[in-house]
């Protein structure tokens, strides 16, 4: 059964909801919810009018995506989310872009996907579709939140927190079947990525202790020529997603 939330108008009206807002019609002003009868008397709207206003969300907490829906941080409703608002989101640089050729986080999302396409293989069928998504699809929630560097992320719990809310809400949404062993796989397939980076990006030769674990295989096979434009970016990431996803939403950006 799924988590029911109560208010209570001042006039005593009482309602429920499925979600951490008011239903449509009601408003919520200064903190109060106010039923659709009131708002009406209150605003000197009629019903349709308020409904979409009680639809609004919180903009003190949200952002506007690319396809012109808003998202609250503070309780995704990642129903409203589309392909494009992703793609969009991961354009943007991967280490604070401390690199010496911009790199995306929906280059890196796809240099994911190449590094567990033979497991995939071996898998088949319906569960190598899932590891792919889940691969292409780890970082998905960078896109709303940004890409904070691991040094800052580990001094930011509240991060961390929405972060976990975003990922489990995106996967629910776009039906990526998370289990143990794809987090192993992928999470192998993340830090071989990062050795990749390293070397081709950045190309100092300090080591990473976390690299200790990259796959030397996939290091020698998987080299980084050339760093995409964000808008090629954008575009490369959408088609694996719609590769993987046939029958989603296309909106125009």
């Known amino acids: 059964m799924s988590e029911q939330y109560s208010f209570e108008c001042a006039c005593a009206r009482t309602a429920r909801n499925s979600v951490p807002s008011p ?4 408003l919520v002003v200064d903190g109060q919810a106010i039923c659709d009868d009131c708002a009406v008397a209150r605003t000197g709207l009629p019903a349709a009018t308020t409904q979409t206003i009680a639809a609004a969300p919180d903009l003190s907490t949200s952002i506007r995506l690319r396809s012109g829906a808003y998202l609250d941080l503070s309780n ?4 409203v989310v589309q392909p494009v608002d992703i793609a969009a989101g991961l354009r943007q640089p991967r280490y604070s872009a401390q690199t010496a050729r911009y790199f995306s986080i929906a280059q890196h999302s796809v240099l ?4 567990v396409e033979a497991q995939a293989r071996l898998a088949g069928g319906t569960r190598g579709v899932q590891l792919r998504r889940c691969a292409l699809m780890h970082d998905a929630a960078e896109a709303f939140i940004h890409d904070i560097t691991r040094p800052l992320k580990i001094l930011l719990p509240d991060y961390r927190a929405v972060e976990a809310v975003l990922e489990r809400r995106l996967a629910q949404h776009f039906d990526i079947e998370w289990t143990a062993g794809r987090r192993e796989i992928v999470k192998a397939a993340d830090i071989t990525a990062l050795a990749i980076e ?3 990006l950045i190309g100092e030769q300090e080591r990473w202790p976390i690299l200790r674990d990259a796959d030397p295989e996939a290091l020698a096979r998987h080299r980084i020529t050339r760093a995409w434009h964000p808008d090629e970016a954008e575009d490369r990431f959408l088609a694996e997603f719609h590769a993987l996803w046939p029958t989603a939403e296309r909106k125009a950006a």
């Open 23 to 26: 239903p449509a019609g009601w």
């Open 76 to 79: 995704p409703d990642c129903s």
């Open 112 to 115: 994911v996907l190449r590094l």
């Open 198 to 200: 390293k070397r081709d």
